[in-house]
C-alpha cells in the first residue's frame, strides 16, 4: 500500500491503491444529484456511504483500521429520533438523548486488528499564536490590563 496522507497526531495514516481525493470527488458529485433528484431522500444513504468509504482509507499503525457498518436508516434515525424527542419533552431530554445518539453512532463503528497504544505520542510543531495574531489584526484587547 502507498502512503499518501499522515496525520500529525500519531501514526495514522490514510491508504488506497490510488489518489483518495478524485474516488471521493467523484461519490461526492453522484451523491448530490443523487439526493437532488430523490428530493433528499438518498441523503442518509450517502453520508453512510462516505462515512465507510472515509473509514476504509484509514490505517492507525501497521494493520489496524476502521469498520462503519452504519446504513442510511442508522442515519435517518440518528438525525430524527433526536429532533421529535427534544421537541416533544420541550428540550428536558435533550442530554439524554445527545448520549443516546452517540453511543448509537459508535455502536456500529469498530477497529479491526491491534493497536500498540505505547507507539502513539503527540508529534512537537512549532506554530506560532494565532489568537494574538488575529487580535492584533482586528484590534481586540481582552481586557486584563496586560
Not at 428530493?39 to 468509504?53: E, H, M, Q, T, Y
Not at 442508522?74 to 428536558?92: A, R, W
Not at 500498540?116 to 512537537?124: C, F, H, N, T, Y
Request: glycine share 8%; hydrophobic share 45%; with cysteine.
Amino acid at each position: 500500500m502507498q502512503k499518501f496522507q499522515s496525520l500529525s497526531l500519531c501514526n495514522i495514516t490514510r491508504t488506497q491503491a490510488s489518489p483518495i481525493g478524485h474516488k471521493l470527488e467523484a461519490l461526492s458529485l453522484k451523491n448530490f444529484f443523487l439526493s437532488y433528484l430523490t428530493a433528499g431522500i438518498n441523503f442518509p444513504r450517502a453520508i453512510a456511504k462516505r462515512l465507510r468509504f472515509e473509514a476504509d482509507a484509514i490505517v492507525i499503525g501497521d494493520s489496524a483500521r476502521f469498520q462503519v457498518q452504519h446504513t442510511g436508516i442508522d442515519i435517518f434515525v440518528n438525525t430524527v429520533v433526536p429532533l421529535l424527542v427534544s421537541t416533544l419533552s420541550f428540550g428536558l431530554l435533550y442530554p439524554w438523548i445527545g448520549i443516546w445518539g452517540y453511543r448509537r453512532f459508535l455502536s456500529k463503528l469498530k477497529i479491526e486488528g491491534t493497536i500498540d497504544l505505547a507507539a502513539i505520542r503527540p508529534i512537537k510543531q512549532d506554530v506560532g499564536a494565532t489568537g494574538e495574531s488575529l487580535s492584533e489584526i482586528f484590534s481586540l484587547d481582552a481586557g486584563f490590563g496586560v
